[in-house]
């Protein structure tokens, strides 16, 4: 069973914070302490009467409501930890099919109830977060669809229910031969009717393309009916209706079927770490093996604070300390920048790949290629979507961890992370506080890249003081990317967290034109209002 208020399931692996890693944080942080947490049976107590009338498919019960009442966002965790929730749904369906949903947007038409798709509860920007309303709310649990209904193989179209999370995506596909290849950081618990809804970016976009090139068609409930989107290569008539679907963050209808392009299972896969003396040899590095498309499936650089923390965090203590004398012969120390990347196809494409990789590689002095490299990326490969159980070993000590993410052109990139990490590091000034902040190019383009920033910082002496440090950060790091003319999101979405700085991207008719399209769609607000798009003034 998934835990109720933090990340993973009962009985998961959950990699060590050593006394090594813990000592850092303290060292860079200060000391600090954890707060009080509450028990599931405290918040089910708070649990009011629902609103909704009875229905087959619509379950009341309280700690179901609990447990679908919040996503993985900062916020989420504190109200969960803290037993502070403000709201819950007042119920939540189990659809097992498009018709069963087509049903209950028919019932919440006539009852006039508000709207929620969830799908594996892992926003990080608070899309499925009930709120407080006149109208009873309803949470559309897309947990119970997870079948690959159909593979066309002909073609290499995959059929898919919306709650379907990525290991059952990729169990399922691997089981004929394919594979899918969209693993984003939340791969474990999100879905992939979520990665639709959200625009999501997987850590091989390189090889597999983001969402966007994999979603072919599939079926949407709206509130006028089912909207049917056909799978077609490739078409010159009009604007795509993939593309208005997707991003659409449920404000549009609910997904009820995924169709997506899928590819041969790879002959071969390796991932390879590598590490350059500073971090303009290793952004060259990336910027011209993207630009000059090497055949890689993904390519991460981690700027040299984040090098740093992440050998300090590791939890290999003696393969660091081998790893940190070896580079420090081969003359990379100090300053030090960590290269990820992948690469994955036929053995014949995999051994020409490593050899232009190698020479380029060479050519910016990067060290670790000859026996090294395979090592240290394997433990990558082990540990790649663990990161976020890291936020509960923190948490225990009264330490927080969070993100954020955006893509600018390659000009743009070092003086947006810059000020990023600037705006972060200085927001807490006036309380004393020290914030530890470090980045990495995630996904990279020809035109640009994507990037990533964590930031930690202590806890308040209250949640509510440790909210409102966490909204200082939000803010001043939120800005700091508008300033740069950079997206509010890369690969999380919008949310509610996000949408105050939509229109700094969309400008005032890109703005209206979306309005105009939720009011088509939704003319009475019940899908999920406030998400994507700011709740239109009464003025």
């Known amino acids: ?21 813990l000592d850092f944080v303290k060292e860079t942080l200060g000391d600090s302490s954890p707060l009080p947490e509450a028990t599931l049976e405290d918040v089910c107590s708070q649990v009011p009467v629902s609103r909704l009338p009875d229905h087959p498919l619509i379950d009341k019960d309280t700690e179901v409501r609990v447990r679908h009442s919040r996503g993985q966002s900062l916020p989420d965790w504190i109200a969960m ?18 018709e069963q949903i087509r049903e ?45 209904l159909d593979l066309n193989e002909e073609s290499q179209i995959a059929t898919f229910g919306p709650g379907t999370p990525g290991p059952m995506v990729e169990a399922q596909l691997a089981s004929k031969g394919y594979v899918l290849g969209h693993f984003p950081q939340s791969y474990e618990l999100s879905t992939i009717g979520g990665w639709v809804a959200s625009r999501s970016s997987g850590q091989q976009s ?19 009916g089912t909207m049917h989107i056909p799978t077609i290569p490739a078409s010159s008539a009009g604007p795509d209706i993939r593309e208005m679907i997707m991003g659409s963050e449920g404000r549009f209808g609910i997904i009820s079927e995924v169709k997506v392009r899928v590819t041969r299972l790879p002959e071969k896969e390796e991932f390879l770490v590598v590490y350059f003396p500073d971090w303009a040899s290793a952004y060259s ?47 990379v ?22 050899k232009q990789t190698h020479k380029m590689i060479r050519h910016y002095n990067g060290v670790g290629m000859t026996g090294l490299a395979p090592r240290v990326g394997k433990l990558w490969e082990k540990g790649r979507f663990r990161y976020p159980y890291l936020r509960e070993n923190l948490w225990q000590h009264g330490y927080a961890v969070d993100t954020l993410e955006t893509s ?4 743009k990139t070092n003086a947006t992370i810059d000020s990023i990490e600037g705006a972060l590091r200085t927001a807490l000034e006036g309380e004393g506080e020290v914030v530890h902040t470090f980045t990495h190019l995630s996904h990279v383009y020809t035109q640009g890249s994507s990037i990533y920033t964590t930031y930690l910082f202590r806890f308040g002496k209250t949640y509510e003081e440790t909210l409102a ?43 209206a034109a979306l309005y105009k399209l939720s009011d088509h769609f939704d003319p009475q607000q019940r899908l999920v209002p406030g998400v994507l798009l700011e709740e239109k003034s009464n003025d």
């Open 104 to 148: 209950l947007m028919d019932l919440a038409r006539a009852e006039d109830f508000t709207v929620i798709p969830y799908g594996g509860g892992t926003s990080v920007v608070g899309h499925i977060n009930p709120q407080k309303q006149e109208r009873a709310v309803l949470t559309v649990s897309l947990e119970r669809m997870t079948r690959l």
């Open 81 to 98: 930890k803290s037993g502070d929730f403000g709201s819950f749904p007042d119920g939540v369906a189990f659809p097992e099919t498009p």
């Open 333 to 354: 120390d100090e300053g030090k920048c960590m290269v990820t990347f992948g690469i994955t196809g036929t053995c014949a494409q995999v051994r020409a790949a490593k």
């Open 1 to 21: 069973m998934r835990y109720w208020n933090s990340w993973g399931h009962d009985g998961t692996e959950k990699p060590p914070l050593t006394g090594t890693a």
């Open 469 to 511: 440090r966490w909204q200082k950060l939000k803010r001043a790091g939120s800005e700091a990317i508008v300033e740069h003319g950079g997206t509010i999101s890369h690969q999380h979405g919008v949310g509610r967290d996000h949408a105050p700085y939509l229109k700094a991207e969309k400008g005032p008719l890109g703005m």
């Open 408 to 411: 600018v052109n390659w000009n």
């Open 206 to 224: 390189l090889r597999y393309g983001r969402i966007e090139q994999m979603f072919a068609g599939g079926r949407l409930e709206t509130f006028d």
């Open 285 to 331: 590095f990336c910027r011209e093996a993207t630009q000059k498309k090497l055949q890689l499936s993904m390519l991460r650089a981690s700027n040299a604070v984040e090098t740093w923390s992440q050998l300090k965090l590791a939890g290999h203590d003696d393969l660091v300390a081998w790893l940190e004398r070896y580079l420090r012969l081969r003359g």
